[in-house]
């Protein structure tokens, strides 16, 4: 297992690398990347070996969750880079544990997991994603986010969007007693689907790990305890 120790920055020399704007970058641009360089996760990624800063967001969700066990089948949505792929099979560590990440975009490979692109919006998906797990999912993660456009309510129309799917892949795919987390925007109108978790999960509740940005809205609901029965194939044809 990776350390985590030093990602906060504490203790260390308050430090902020500034970056000059040059001719050809947009003062957005330039912000971005002053904003990597003096990122802690960035660093640690680079340092521990993760494809991107987000594997300390599942890292922190699992210590307080305890989200993944061994033998587990994981289904990772919205996979690339691959970050959460990573740490699942870091801390599932057995044979007959199986991580199988998608995407629409190519990612991959990472030893360990099976990664596939896919459209799990497409018909016929959850049974694509199903053969490839196996069997029903114990664990299915969405980490999906639309492209922003700066205008907060239709950023959150659409990551609702997206979760919304994310759940109907979960539906098709989770096993009894299994979970589901999702990442949301704070301050949107989440109250239906969040009524829908309550009443299919045992437990739902949110989280903001200290890996996700101070300045971004993002949030998880991580519902456990999986009250519905998975479906069979057929009846997702």
Known sequence: MRSTRGTSGRGSRDLTERVRTARRRSNSSTRWLERQLNDPYVAAAKRDGYLS??????????????????????????????????????????????????????????????????DVETPDSEVQMKQWLG????????????????????????????????????????????????????????GEFLAVLKKDFATVRHAKPEASRKDSSELYLVAQGYRGTVRDEDETC
Request: hydrophobic residues 45%; proline residues 6%.
């Open 135 to 190: 069997g029903p999912a114990d664990l299915v993660l969405s980490d999906m986010a639309p492209s922003t456009t700066g205008h907060q309510t239709t950023d959150q129309i659409r990551i609702l969007a997206l979760a919304e799917v994310a759940y109907e892949v979960a539906q098709a795919t989770l096993a009894p007693g299994g979970g589901f987390v999702v990442k949301l925007f704070q301050g949107g109108a989440v």
């Open 53 to 118: 800063r987000a594997a300390y967001k599942l890292i922190q969700l699992d210590e307080r969750f305890k989200l993944l066990k061994r033998n587990m089948r994981v289904l990772d949505l919205g996979a690339a880079p691959g970050g959460w792929c990573q740490v699942a099979v870091e801390r599932l560590q057995a044979a007959n544990s199986t991580i199988v990440g998608v995407d629409i975009l190519p990612f991959g490979p990472i030893p360990g997991a099976d990664c596939h692109v896919l």
